[in-house]
Protein backbone atom coordinates (compact mmCIF):
# COMPACT_ATOMS: atom_id res chain seq x y z
CA UNK A 1 0.00 0.00 0.00
CA UNK A 2 1.38 3.40 -1.19
CA UNK A 3 2.10 5.94 1.85
CA UNK A 4 1.80 8.89 -0.73
CA UNK A 5 -1.46 8.12 -1.65
CA UNK A 6 -2.96 7.68 2.15
CA UNK A 7 -4.69 9.96 3.68
CA UNK A 8 -3.37 12.65 6.50
CA UNK A 9 -4.35 15.09 8.65
CA UNK A 10 -3.17 19.32 8.46
CA UNK A 11 -5.08 20.38 12.26
CA UNK A 12 -9.00 19.91 11.64
CA UNK A 13 -8.33 19.42 7.63
CA UNK A 14 -8.08 16.04 6.46
CA UNK A 15 -6.48 15.53 3.03
CA UNK A 16 -7.17 12.35 0.68
CA UNK A 17 -3.13 11.86 -0.75
CA UNK A 18 0.15 13.31 0.89
CA UNK A 19 0.87 15.48 -2.15
CA UNK A 20 1.21 19.19 -1.46
CA UNK A 21 1.18 21.52 -4.75
CA UNK A 22 3.79 24.30 -3.39
CA UNK A 23 2.65 28.17 -3.58
CA UNK A 24 4.39 29.22 -6.69
CA UNK A 25 4.30 32.58 -7.47
CA UNK A 26 2.91 33.78 -11.11
CA UNK A 27 3.50 37.08 -11.61
CA UNK A 28 0.70 37.53 -13.22
CA UNK A 29 -1.74 39.56 -11.23
CA UNK A 30 -2.81 43.09 -11.80
CA UNK A 31 -1.12 46.46 -10.89
CA UNK A 32 -3.78 46.39 -8.06
CA UNK A 33 -2.50 42.69 -6.79
CA UNK A 34 -6.06 41.40 -8.15
CA UNK A 35 -6.71 37.90 -9.97
CA UNK A 36 -6.72 37.58 -13.69
CA UNK A 37 -7.59 35.31 -16.38
CA UNK A 38 -4.14 33.43 -15.91
CA UNK A 39 -4.97 32.44 -12.21
CA UNK A 40 -8.23 31.24 -13.20
CA UNK A 41 -6.85 28.45 -15.54
CA UNK A 42 -4.39 27.87 -13.34
CA UNK A 43 -5.99 26.97 -10.01
CA UNK A 44 -8.61 25.22 -11.95
CA UNK A 45 -5.07 23.39 -13.73
CA UNK A 46 -4.33 22.50 -9.70
CA UNK A 47 -7.77 21.53 -8.95
CA UNK A 48 -7.73 18.87 -11.32
CA UNK A 49 -4.48 17.36 -10.82
CA UNK A 50 -5.18 14.85 -7.75
CA UNK A 51 -2.71 16.14 -5.41
CA UNK A 52 -4.29 16.51 -1.68
CA UNK A 53 -3.87 20.20 -1.06
CA UNK A 54 -2.65 22.82 -3.39
CA UNK A 55 -1.77 25.96 -1.45
CA UNK A 56 -1.27 29.08 -3.89
CA UNK A 57 1.24 31.42 -4.17
CA UNK A 58 2.60 33.73 -1.82
CA UNK A 59 0.06 36.06 -1.23
CA UNK A 60 0.79 39.98 -0.33
CA UNK A 61 -0.41 41.18 2.98
CA UNK A 62 0.57 44.73 2.09
CA UNK A 63 1.23 46.57 -1.28
CA UNK A 64 4.72 47.20 -0.20
CA UNK A 65 5.04 43.29 0.83
CA UNK A 66 4.50 42.20 -3.13
CA UNK A 67 7.36 40.66 -3.97
CA UNK A 68 7.11 42.46 -7.80
CA UNK A 69 4.13 44.35 -8.89
CA UNK A 70 2.57 41.66 -10.28
CA UNK A 71 1.73 40.22 -7.45
CA UNK A 72 -1.24 38.56 -5.90
CA UNK A 73 -2.64 40.39 -2.58
CA UNK A 74 -5.27 40.07 -0.13
CA UNK A 75 -5.22 43.60 2.03
CA UNK A 76 -8.19 44.66 0.43
CA UNK A 77 -11.96 43.62 0.29
CA UNK A 78 -11.89 43.96 -3.40
CA UNK A 79 -9.25 40.95 -3.51
CA UNK A 80 -10.76 38.66 -1.11
CA UNK A 81 -14.20 39.14 -3.16
CA UNK A 82 -12.85 38.64 -6.37
CA UNK A 83 -10.78 35.60 -5.11
CA UNK A 84 -14.24 34.42 -3.22
CA UNK A 85 -15.98 33.96 -6.47
CA UNK A 86 -13.04 32.21 -8.13
CA UNK A 87 -12.95 29.89 -5.62
CA UNK A 88 -16.46 29.18 -5.84
CA UNK A 89 -16.20 28.00 -9.72
CA UNK A 90 -12.64 25.89 -9.03
CA UNK A 91 -14.59 23.88 -5.99
CA UNK A 92 -16.98 23.40 -8.18
CA UNK A 93 -14.60 21.15 -10.31
CA UNK A 94 -13.16 19.21 -7.40
CA UNK A 95 -13.73 18.88 -3.69
CA UNK A 96 -9.54 19.28 -3.31
CA UNK A 97 -9.03 21.70 -0.42
CA UNK A 98 -6.83 25.16 -1.45
CA UNK A 99 -4.73 26.82 0.82
CA UNK A 100 -3.04 30.23 0.72
CA UNK A 101 0.53 31.47 1.53
CA UNK A 102 0.26 34.86 3.22
CA UNK A 103 3.49 36.69 2.94
CA UNK A 104 5.46 40.40 3.05
CA UNK A 105 8.72 40.19 0.74
CA UNK A 106 10.39 42.66 3.00
CA UNK A 107 14.04 43.90 1.24
CA UNK A 108 13.32 41.62 -1.92
CA UNK A 109 10.12 43.30 -2.90
CA UNK A 110 10.05 45.97 -5.32
CA UNK A 111 11.45 44.10 -8.40
CA UNK A 112 10.44 43.20 -12.29
CA UNK A 113 8.48 40.03 -13.13
CA UNK A 114 12.09 37.30 -13.28
CA UNK A 115 12.00 36.74 -16.75
CA UNK A 116 12.10 40.35 -17.71
CA UNK A 117 15.69 40.04 -15.66
CA UNK A 118 15.68 43.73 -14.69
CA UNK A 119 15.82 42.76 -10.76
CA UNK A 120 14.64 45.56 -8.17
CA UNK A 121 13.46 49.06 -9.26
CA UNK A 122 14.57 52.10 -7.14
CA UNK A 123 11.66 53.40 -5.34
CA UNK A 124 10.99 56.22 -7.60
CA UNK A 125 10.41 53.96 -10.29
CA UNK A 126 6.99 53.57 -12.04
CA UNK A 127 6.85 50.26 -10.99
CA UNK A 128 8.72 50.00 -7.33
CA UNK A 129 8.77 51.20 -3.84
CA UNK A 130 10.43 51.95 -0.98
CA UNK A 131 11.26 48.34 0.54
CA UNK A 132 11.27 47.56 4.22
CA UNK A 133 13.30 45.05 6.56
CA UNK A 134 14.59 44.30 10.05
CA UNK A 135 17.38 46.71 9.17
CA UNK A 136 18.64 48.53 6.76
CA UNK A 137 20.72 45.97 5.16
CA UNK A 138 20.25 45.28 1.42
CA UNK A 139 19.85 41.87 -0.27
CA UNK A 140 22.21 42.88 -3.25
CA UNK A 141 25.07 45.05 -3.30
CA UNK A 142 22.92 46.83 -5.74
CA UNK A 143 19.70 47.04 -4.38
CA UNK A 144 18.09 50.33 -2.56
CA UNK A 145 18.48 49.96 1.05
CA UNK A 146 15.64 48.63 2.95
CA UNK A 147 13.84 51.13 5.77
CA UNK A 148 14.40 49.30 9.01
CA UNK A 149 11.29 48.82 10.65
CA UNK A 150 9.98 50.68 13.92
CA UNK A 151 8.20 49.17 16.47
CA UNK A 152 4.75 51.08 15.35
CA UNK A 153 5.33 49.66 11.51
CA UNK A 154 6.09 46.51 12.92
CA UNK A 155 2.58 46.18 14.67
CA UNK A 156 1.01 47.53 11.44
CA UNK A 157 2.50 44.47 9.70
CA UNK A 158 1.46 42.08 12.55
CA UNK A 159 -2.19 43.34 12.30
CA UNK A 160 -2.65 43.42 8.12
CA UNK A 161 -0.95 39.49 8.37
CA UNK A 162 -3.95 39.41 10.81
CA UNK A 163 -6.71 41.21 8.54
CA UNK A 164 -5.39 39.16 5.76
CA UNK A 165 -5.66 35.79 7.32
CA UNK A 166 -9.33 37.03 8.15
CA UNK A 167 -10.36 37.70 4.27
CA UNK A 168 -8.47 34.09 3.97
CA UNK A 169 -11.13 32.71 5.58
CA UNK A 170 -14.09 34.69 4.06
CA UNK A 171 -12.65 34.02 0.89
CA UNK A 172 -13.03 30.42 1.06
CA UNK A 173 -9.48 28.78 1.68
CA UNK A 174 -9.43 25.29 3.76
CA UNK A 175 -6.05 26.34 5.25
CA UNK A 176 -3.57 29.44 5.59
CA UNK A 177 0.22 28.95 5.14
CA UNK A 178 2.62 31.83 6.96
CA UNK A 179 5.70 32.37 4.33
CA UNK A 180 8.57 32.90 7.10
CA UNK A 181 11.43 31.37 4.06
CA UNK A 182 13.47 32.10 1.56
CA UNK A 183 14.73 35.44 2.46
CA UNK A 184 11.28 37.59 2.90
CA UNK A 185 10.46 39.88 5.57
CA UNK A 186 9.77 37.27 8.42
CA UNK A 187 13.05 35.40 7.27
CA UNK A 188 14.96 38.61 7.80
CA UNK A 189 14.33 39.20 11.42
CA UNK A 190 15.30 35.78 12.09
CA UNK A 191 18.63 35.43 10.47
CA UNK A 192 21.52 37.49 11.66
CA UNK A 193 22.91 37.68 8.46
CA UNK A 194 20.02 40.17 7.60
CA UNK A 195 18.94 41.39 11.31
CA UNK A 196 21.03 43.70 13.49
CA UNK A 197 18.62 45.32 15.44
CA UNK A 198 19.18 45.91 19.01
CA UNK A 199 15.90 46.36 20.57
CA UNK A 200 13.64 43.00 21.10
CA UNK A 201 13.07 42.33 17.85
CA UNK A 202 16.89 41.72 17.66
CA UNK A 203 19.95 39.81 18.71
CA UNK A 204 19.51 36.40 20.56
CA UNK A 205 17.22 33.58 18.74
CA UNK A 206 14.35 34.20 20.92
CA UNK A 207 14.16 38.18 20.04
CA UNK A 208 14.75 37.43 16.25
CA UNK A 209 11.96 35.06 16.26
CA UNK A 210 10.02 36.95 17.95
CA UNK A 211 7.92 38.70 15.03
CA UNK A 212 7.21 35.22 13.60
CA UNK A 213 5.33 33.74 16.85
CA UNK A 214 3.86 37.34 17.11
CA UNK A 215 2.35 36.88 13.54
CA UNK A 216 1.61 33.68 13.54
CA UNK A 217 -0.44 33.86 16.57
CA UNK A 218 -1.93 37.35 15.36
CA UNK A 219 -3.19 34.98 12.71
CA UNK A 220 -4.73 32.10 15.00
CA UNK A 221 -6.38 34.08 17.18
CA UNK A 222 -8.00 35.86 13.46
CA UNK A 223 -9.54 32.66 12.46
CA UNK A 224 -11.64 30.26 13.68
CA UNK A 225 -10.31 28.03 16.53
CA UNK A 226 -10.11 25.00 14.69
CA UNK A 227 -9.16 26.63 11.28
CA UNK A 228 -5.76 24.70 10.50
CA UNK A 229 -2.66 27.30 9.95
CA UNK A 230 1.04 25.98 8.78
CA UNK A 231 4.42 27.83 8.30
CA UNK A 232 6.29 27.49 5.55
CA UNK A 233 10.48 27.98 6.53
CA UNK A 234 14.13 28.21 5.48
CA UNK A 235 16.32 25.68 7.91
CA UNK A 236 19.30 27.10 6.23
CA UNK A 237 20.62 30.26 5.20
CA UNK A 238 23.52 27.77 3.26
CA UNK A 239 26.20 30.54 4.63
CA UNK A 240 28.76 28.15 6.69
CA UNK A 241 31.37 29.64 8.88
CA UNK A 242 29.83 32.69 9.51
CA UNK A 243 26.58 33.01 12.30
CA UNK A 244 23.48 32.22 9.98
CA UNK A 245 19.87 30.58 10.34
CA UNK A 246 21.37 27.44 10.40
CA UNK A 247 19.14 23.62 10.98
CA UNK A 248 20.05 24.29 14.79
CA UNK A 249 17.54 27.66 14.65
CA UNK A 250 14.91 25.97 12.39
CA UNK A 251 14.30 23.13 14.94
CA UNK A 252 14.04 25.32 17.45
CA UNK A 253 11.49 27.92 15.53
CA UNK A 254 9.58 24.40 14.79
CA UNK A 255 9.34 23.05 18.36
CA UNK A 256 8.22 26.93 19.28
CA UNK A 257 5.66 26.99 16.28
CA UNK A 258 4.31 23.65 17.48
CA UNK A 259 3.54 25.03 20.97
CA UNK A 260 1.13 27.58 19.09
CA UNK A 261 -0.69 25.54 17.70
CA UNK A 262 1.15 25.07 13.89
CA UNK A 263 -0.69 22.55 11.48
CA UNK A 264 2.49 21.56 10.08
CA UNK A 265 5.91 22.66 9.20
CA UNK A 266 6.68 23.19 5.70
CA UNK A 267 10.66 23.02 5.29
CA UNK A 268 12.38 24.64 2.31
CA UNK A 269 15.65 26.53 2.77
CA UNK A 270 17.93 29.48 1.66
CA UNK A 271 16.92 32.50 -0.30
CA UNK A 272 18.21 34.58 2.18
CA UNK A 273 21.75 35.91 1.04
CA UNK A 274 22.93 36.09 -2.62
CA UNK A 275 26.67 34.51 -1.66
CA UNK A 276 24.12 31.22 -0.55
CA UNK A 277 26.15 28.12 -1.40
CA UNK A 278 23.71 25.64 -1.31
CA UNK A 279 24.56 21.36 -2.06
CA UNK A 280 21.73 21.18 -5.09
CA UNK A 281 20.79 17.59 -6.04
CA UNK A 282 17.38 15.44 -5.88
CA UNK A 283 15.81 15.60 -2.46
CA UNK A 284 18.74 17.75 -1.04
CA UNK A 285 16.07 19.31 1.24
CA UNK A 286 14.93 16.39 2.71
CA UNK A 287 17.36 15.77 5.59
CA UNK A 288 16.13 19.16 7.40
CA UNK A 289 12.54 17.92 7.18
CA UNK A 290 14.00 14.51 8.79
CA UNK A 291 15.83 16.64 11.38
CA UNK A 292 12.60 18.35 12.13
CA UNK A 293 10.77 15.58 11.85
CA UNK A 294 12.31 14.22 14.79
CA UNK A 295 11.26 16.58 17.24
CA UNK A 296 8.07 17.68 16.27
CA UNK A 297 5.06 15.80 16.69
CA UNK A 298 3.12 17.38 13.75
CA UNK A 299 3.08 16.56 10.34
CA UNK A 300 6.70 17.88 8.62
CA UNK A 301 6.58 18.67 4.92
CA UNK A 302 9.42 17.46 2.45
CA UNK A 303 9.95 19.81 -1.02
CA UNK A 304 12.74 20.39 -3.18
CA UNK A 305 14.03 18.39 -6.40
CA UNK A 306 11.37 16.26 -5.46
CA UNK A 307 10.51 15.00 -8.84
CA UNK A 308 9.82 10.93 -9.35
CA UNK A 309 6.88 8.99 -7.54
CA UNK A 310 9.38 6.43 -6.21
CA UNK A 311 11.73 9.42 -4.65
CA UNK A 312 8.48 10.54 -2.78
CA UNK A 313 7.00 7.05 -1.66
CA UNK A 314 10.44 6.61 -0.43
CA UNK A 315 10.76 9.57 1.85
CA UNK A 316 8.09 8.74 3.51
CA UNK A 317 8.62 4.80 3.82
CA UNK A 318 12.15 6.21 5.73
CA UNK A 319 9.60 8.32 7.14
CA UNK A 320 11.94 10.96 6.58
CA UNK A 321 8.76 13.59 6.31
CA UNK A 322 5.21 13.19 6.58
CA UNK A 323 3.94 14.70 3.15
CA UNK A 324 5.22 15.58 -0.21
CA UNK A 325 5.59 18.84 -1.87
CA UNK A 326 5.89 19.72 -5.42
CA UNK A 327 6.24 22.98 -7.32
CA UNK A 328 7.99 23.42 -10.28
CA UNK A 329 7.01 19.39 -11.55
CA UNK A 330 3.63 20.30 -11.02
CA UNK A 331 4.04 23.19 -13.61
CA UNK A 332 5.91 20.82 -15.74
CA UNK A 333 3.52 17.93 -15.54
CA UNK A 334 0.23 19.30 -14.08
CA UNK A 335 -1.29 15.34 -13.95
CA UNK A 336 1.86 14.19 -11.60
CA UNK A 337 -0.25 12.78 -8.99
CA UNK A 338 -1.95 10.25 -11.73
CA UNK A 339 1.04 8.99 -12.72
CA UNK A 340 2.64 8.71 -9.50
CA UNK A 341 -0.75 6.74 -8.57
CA UNK A 342 -0.65 4.32 -11.77
CA UNK A 343 3.60 3.76 -10.90
CA UNK A 344 2.83 2.63 -7.41
CA UNK A 345 -0.33 0.46 -7.77
CA UNK A 346 -2.54 3.08 -5.75
CA UNK A 347 -5.80 4.43 -6.96
CA UNK A 348 -6.87 8.72 -7.13
CA UNK A 349 -9.85 10.34 -7.33
CA UNK A 350 -10.87 12.16 -10.53
CA UNK A 351 -13.66 14.04 -12.18
CA UNK A 352 -16.28 12.00 -13.97
CA UNK A 353 -15.31 13.57 -16.83
CA UNK A 354 -11.84 11.88 -16.93
CA UNK A 355 -12.72 8.30 -15.90
CA UNK A 356 -12.74 7.44 -19.80
CA UNK A 357 -9.07 8.23 -20.14
CA UNK A 358 -7.91 5.43 -17.59
CA UNK A 359 -5.04 3.85 -19.62
CA UNK A 360 -5.75 0.14 -20.10
CA UNK A 361 -4.34 -2.35 -18.05
CA UNK A 362 -4.90 0.05 -15.38
CA UNK A 363 -9.24 -0.01 -14.51
CA UNK A 364 -9.01 0.36 -11.21
CA UNK A 365 -6.30 3.70 -11.02
CA UNK A 366 -9.30 6.41 -10.89
CA UNK A 367 -12.14 6.67 -8.98
CA UNK A 368 -14.99 9.54 -9.49
CA UNK A 369 -15.29 12.63 -6.85
Not at 18 to 28: F, G
Not at 34 to 49: C, K, P, R, V
Not at 101 to 127: E, I, Y
Request: aromatic share 8%.
Amino acid sequence: MSLLFESIQFGSLKLNNKIVIAPMCQYSATDQGEISYWHEQQWANYALSGAGLCIIEATAVQADGRISYADLGLWNDVQRDQIRNLLTKVKMLSPMPMAIQLAHAGRKASTDKPWSGKGQFSPDHAKGWQTVSASDVAFNLTDHAPHALSKDEIQKVIQDFADAARRAVEAGFDLIELHAAHGYLLHQFMSPLSNIRTDEYGGNFQNRIRLTLEVFQAIKNAVPADYPVGVRISATDWMEGQPSWNVESAIGLSKALEQLGAAYIHVSSGGLHPEQNIDLHPGYQVPFAQAIKQVVNIPVIAVGLITEAMQAEGILQYEQADAIALARAMLYDPRWPWHAAAELGAHIQVSPQYLRSQPHGLKALFKAF
